[in-house]
């Protein structure tokens, strides 16, 4: 699978969007790009994938560039509950195994 | 409807001992995944079964770490020989099924190794 790189940190304001970007230059063409956050002391929670359009859900969307090398997940709202660790992950729909192959991520701090 | 459990959430053992540690998925999930998480790290994979089957075990550590799905729905990780550095959170996550259906992951197990 290939590698994503994220900023360590980032800091928003409550209320306002949260834009988190992941770099994925070497992912494959059969690669999709999976969004995860993980709330302290708590299990990773799924938010959001796609291939190659955008995706939206009631959580967040998901902005992924034409050439696929980078992405951006879009909190439009940020609250306090979303203060949370989130993993930008890239992989295969392979039958063979579903693994997911978590880097450091991004500590998202929301602040009132 | 209820999500994945684990149990014990928190358990403490001596180094050299052998401990045990349960994951109850979600009902009619068929794969099952364990991952393993040290301090200000990511989740790491150790092992995933599909069914009763473990389908991938590329990431356990060593053979000290060992784990079974003998009915394809409880699972058990067992740990020999514990040393200081299996100290971690041991997650367990579960799907309907392998490739790209979303894992629904438990609290946890943290384990302290003293």
């Known amino acids: 699978d290939a590698k994503t790189t994220q900023p360590p940190s980032m800091d928003c304001a409550e209320g306002r969007a949260a834009n988190l970007p992941c770099n994925h230059s070497t992912i494959s063409g059969n690669e999709y790009v999976y969004w995860y956050r993980q709330i302290h002391s708590q299990g990773p929670q799924y938010i959001i994938h796609g291939l190659k359009n955008n995706e939206t859900n009631e959580m967040a969307s998901l902005i992924i560039t034409e050439d696929r090398k980078s992405s951006t997940l879009i909190l439009p709202h940020a609250t306090l509950r979303d203060t949370a660790v989130y993993y930008c992950i890239v992989r295969a729909h392979s039958s063979n195994t579903g693994k997911l192959i978590f880097g450091q991520g991004t500590t998202l701090q929301v602040k009132p | 409807g209820a999500g994945v459990s684990q149990t014990p959430s928190n358990k403490v053992t001596e180094k050299g001992k052998y401990v045990e540690l349960r994951c109850d998925p979600i009902s009619g999930h068929t794969a099952l995944y364990w991952y393993r998480q040290s301090l200000g790290q990511g989740p790491e994979f150790l092992i995933y079964f599909q069914g009763t089957g473990a389908a991938d075990d590329s990431g356990l550590p060593n053979d000290r770490f060992f784990a079974v799905r003998p009915e394809g729905s409880v699972s058990t990780l067992k740990i020999q020989r514990t040393e200081r550095g299996d100290s971690a959170v041991y997650l367990c996550?579960?799907?309907?099924?392998?490739?790209?259906?979303?894992?629904?992951f438990g609290p946890g197990t943290r384990l302290t190794v003293t």
């Open positions: 996550a579960s799907s309907r099924g392998p490739g790209g259906y979303e894992q629904y």
